[in-house]
T-cell receptor
Framework: GAVVSQHPSWVICKSGTSVKIECRSL??????MFWYRQFPKQSLMLMAT?????????EQGVEKDKFLINHASLTLSTLTVTSAHPEDSSFYIC??????????FGEGSRLTVL | KQEVTQIPAALSVPEGENLVLNCSFT??????LQWFRQDPGKGLTSLLL?????REQTSGRLNASLDKSSGRSTLYIAASQPGDSATYLC??????????FGTGTSLTVIP
């Protein structure tokens, strides 16, 4: 299957700093990527849909200024958690859809804000 | 809004048993349905994709069926192994770009 790579897999930062997470489609072009957040023992919560060359579409309740998404190329989308606080600590996962419809996920990025 | 439910939430079986995981959805107007497994602290691995026009898909010991009219899908795992222990998630894609995920079934296969 297609490969989606996420980096970093684990990041620890101080409160108030910003953290960038990258999501790359390695062997296909993805005009659309998705960003999710997952709390322990819970399912995925869609945060936003990232569209190449245009603004991301955020789900209700997700702060656009807090979670900045950039999808500058067909193979890369980034999520920046700005001025991170302990409550932002979570597991963030990206996914991308291949043209025939199958969804592939990155390995996830665990963010811990001290 | 589409709602996706997975039953049971947790399942524990001895090695070698065949098992069935269930996924139900409220809106039958779907584009496709996909089954994933997630290991602790990891991303999701795609297992099977069933397009809305298909009834089932098979991959190795896994077989997934889709009954759109009744809003149900099942994932059948034959001859379960300890390595099958993981959380299994189903996801339904609506006719737009939206994907709706179930809450998952946590499977433990006991050696």
């Amino acid at each position: 299957g297609a490969v989606v790579s996420q980096h970093p897999s684990w990041v620890i930062c101080k409160s108030g700093t910003s953290v960038k997470i990258e999501c790359r489609s390695l062997d296909f072009q993805a005009t659309t990527m998705f960003w999710y957040r997952q709390f322990p023992k819970q399912s995925l919560m869609l945060m936003a849909t990232s569209n190449e060359g245009s603004k991301a579409t955020y789900e209700q309740g997700v702060e656009k200024d807090k979670f900045l998404i950039n999808h500058a190329s067909l193979t890369l989308s980034t999520l920046t958690v700005t001025s991170a606080h302990p409550e932002d600590s979570s597991f963030y996962i990206c996914s991308a859809r291949v043209p025939y419809g199958e969804l592939f996920f990155g390995e996830g990025s665990r963010l811990t804000v001290l | 809004k589409q709602e996706v439910t997975q039953i049971p939430a947790a399942l524990s079986v001895p090695e070698g048993e065949n098992l069935v995981l269930n996924c139900s959805f409220t809106d039958s107007a779907i584009y496709n349905l996909q089954w994933f497994r997630q290991d602790p602290g990891k991303g999701l691995t795609s297992l099977l994709l069933i397009q809305s026009s298909q009834r089932e898909q098979t991959s190795g010991r896994l077989n997934a069926s889709l009954d759109k009219s009744s809003g149900r899908s099942t994932l059948y795992i034959a001859a379960s192994q300890p390595g099958d222990s993981a959380t299994y998630l189903c996801a339904v894609r609506g006719t737009g770009n939206q994907f709706y995920f179930g809450t998952g079934t946590s499977l433990t296969v006991i050696p």
